[in-house]
């Protein structure tokens, strides 16, 4: 039976905050998509709100926010859980345990540099565009295209997770039990320590 692995606490914090904010953007993002364009797919699941908009809006300005700390955390200590020099080399060992890991890591970096896209293009969005019609602007179709790599690589990265490393990688994330020697939690104690300790 495998054991849950241990994640550190700082990754679990920021890829927590990440997947919800993700998650919200794109159910938001689609009904946004489904209530004023839907030229490819519409569900008429909503009726055209403004406010719609405004809460998909409210999601992608935290995400920004939370993304920024993600990124960096992922290109630095996380760097192994992104595309490696032999990925793609090993995408050639189909079926392998090789195999799996190098296209989990390969949907990790799509999605993370989609998810960066994502943020990106709305901000050079106006929200007065769907209303008033305006479905072809360049940067509206960049912004539906990174979400629906995001949406690709997400479930890829669900279904490569549970393929990996079972159940018990699933639910390392759930975790929030954390160990004295974890860095994050070591550097939070040092600065609580140093603001408890008298001043000289």
Known sequence: MRTAPYQPLLFRILHGLSALLVI???????????SWDGRM???GLTNSDRNLIDIHGTFGFFLFFVFIGFAIYSL???????VQARSLQQLTEVGQPVWWV?????????????AALAVVSGKFQDENWLPNGETNHIWYFVHIAAWAVVLISFLIHLSMSAKVGGIPLLT???NWKWRDEDRFVQQCQ???ARFRSPKS
């Open 76 to 82: 630095s200590a996380g760097r192994k859980r992104l």
């Open 102 to 114: 190098a296209l989990q890591r390969i949907a990790n970096t799509l999605m993370l540099f989609a």
């Open 172 to 174: 390392s994330m759930l």
């Open 190 to 192: 040092q600065l609580i």
């Open 41 to 43: 797919i519409r569900l």
């Open 24 to 34: 919200g953007a794109l159910i938001s993002g689609f009904l946004v998509y489904d």
